[in-house]
């Protein structure tokens, strides 16, 4: 079955403690993103990858880090968190012409 | 920029037709995204433009003009598990979101 992975799908932590939220696809897309939603400002790109080893910020890029060592895989990194982050994250992969979500993530930083 | 208009919120009825606009400012992109959103759930992709006309798939349609900066989706039949948001998105290296539109559905 085609999809977008994520783990975890919840978790609480605090202040500083660094985190890594996974994200695999099982579809051989080149392109894979991640995404922020928070209310009243919609779905913010983090950072995106065009293909392996290649990555490039988004519009919210402050706080984040990205790795693209392999083709199915987008891990995202949360060196220092702060409350600030605390929100609902999609990872997302996709062809030419198309783009699927992974379930999401919610994040509490506390 | 990259700013994209689309309405907040917008009310029909079961059975009726509703048009979603998206109006953008942008120098130039790939292509753009219709993805469907409910409540607590990931995006689910609709429809992708990179030409301007008309797009169908079933209920579902989406329109660009590029030249005039504007898409829309329209949904026919409308049925109480439409009730969503409607983002659009333009794609150019980054994907840009609108802030979507939540679409209630009255029976």
């Known amino acids: 079955e085609a999809q977008v992975t994520q783990n975890p799908r919840y978790l609480i932590t605090v202040t500083g403690k660094k985190l890594t939220v996974t994200c695999s696809q099982n579809?051989?897309?080149?392109?894979m993103s991640w995404y922020r939603q928070d209310p009243g400002l919609g779905l913010r790109q983090i950072y995106y990858s065009m293909n392996v080893e290649v990555t490039d910020k988004g519009d919210v890029p402050e706080g984040y880090k990205v790795s693209r060592k392999e083709k199915r895989n987008f891990p995202l990194i949360l060196e220092s968190p702060s409350p600030n982050q605390t929100s609902l994250y999609f990872c997302?992969?996709?062809?030419?012409?198309?783009?699927?979500f992974g379930p999401g993530t919610r994040l509490t930083v506390l | 920029g990259q700013n994209i208009d689309q309405p907040t919120e917008m009310t029909a009825t079961e059975g009726a037709i509703v048009q979603i606009n998206c109006t953008y400012q942008t120098s130039g992109f790939n292509g753009l995204f219709w993805y469907q959103q409910h409540a607590g759930e990931a995006p689910t992709f609709l429809s992708y433009n990179v030409l301007d006309g008309l797009e169908e798939k079933g209920r579902f349609s989406a329109f660009l003009s590029r030249s005039k900066g504007y898409s829309y989706l329209l949904l026919k039949e409308l049925q109480m598990k439409d009730s969503a948001s409607y983002l659009c998105?333009?794609?150019?290296?980054?994907?840009?979101f609108g802030k979507g539109t939540r679409l209630h559905i009255l029976p």
């Open positions: 998105a333009l794609w150019r290296d980054k994907i840009i």
């Open positions: 579809m051989n897309h080149e392109y």
């Open positions: 997302a992969s996709g062809g030419r012409d198309t783009q699927y």
